[in-house]
């Protein structure tokens, strides 16, 4: 009898599929990932490209469209970046401080998602100015918004501040935050799916 009732919560979580209690249902929202990577924001077709392939944000946009069936988007300015880290560094630096809004390629639509995933790397503390942009086209009015950034060492910086006070309409969600070196590492997946399942959508 006592094996039984020992039993019986394995049962319970074996009933729910192995999701947690309260774990965030991504089949019943509408999920859209947008996000920001260098390289698709400077000029291609260098040594450094062909060494990594793939931006560290969009590692991670990687790992939360196959985890959630998220749309992917990448949002990419008209006037792409140089070659130069360094100088890349500096005028990013400019943009930030005299609050420029780059223009953009195109504006992504999301207005058939609900729940939008922004991912950016943190520069100077914050997102890349391209985002301002794009928050102020309104685009993500009355959506949920989950926040993910790769970085250095700052983490998010001062960019949830930023970016509640960019996005007063949108109800923002805890972030994560992944060292850009640790981005391919095999517990990252791990890391991604439990930021996942502790989400309150
Ligand atoms: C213009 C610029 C500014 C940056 N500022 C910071 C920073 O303030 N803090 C930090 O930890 N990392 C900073 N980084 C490093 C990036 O956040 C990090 O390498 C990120 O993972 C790059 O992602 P991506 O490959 O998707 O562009 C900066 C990088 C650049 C290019």
């Known amino acids: 009898m006592l094996r039984k009732l020992m039993l019986l919560p394995l049962l319970a979580v074996l009933s729910l599929g192995g999701a947690a209690a309260g774990a965030a249902d991504f089949s019943t929202h509408k999920s859209a990932v947008i996000f920001y990577s260098l390289l698709h924001n400077r000029e291609g077709g260098d040594a450094w490209e062909q ?26 300015q008209a006037q792409p970046y140089s070659n130069d880290y360094d100088e890349v560094t500096d005028l990013a630096r400019t943009e930030q401080e005299e609050q420029v809004r780059p223009a953009l390629k195109e504006v992504p639509d999301l207005s058939a998602y609900d729940v939008v995933f922004v991912g950016f790397p ?15 086209t309104g685009a993500l009015k009355g959506k949920t918004v989950v926040p993910f950034t790769t970085h250095m060492g700052s983490r998010f910086g001062h960019a949830l501040t930023d970016l509640e006070n960019a996005l007063p309409d949108s109800t923002i969600t805890d972030g994560l935050a992944i060292r850009g070196s640790d981005v391919s590492d095999s517990d990252t997946a791990e890391q991604v799916t439990e930021f996942l399942q502790d989400l309150q959508l």
């Open 51 to 76: 060494s990594h392939p793939v931006g560290n944000t969009e590692i991670i946009a990687d790992l939360i469209v196959k985890q959630t069936g998220a749309d992917k988007f990448s949002l990419v």
């Open 122 to 136: 943190c520069w100077w503390g914050s997102y890349p100015m391209a985002f301002a942009t794009y928050f102020e």
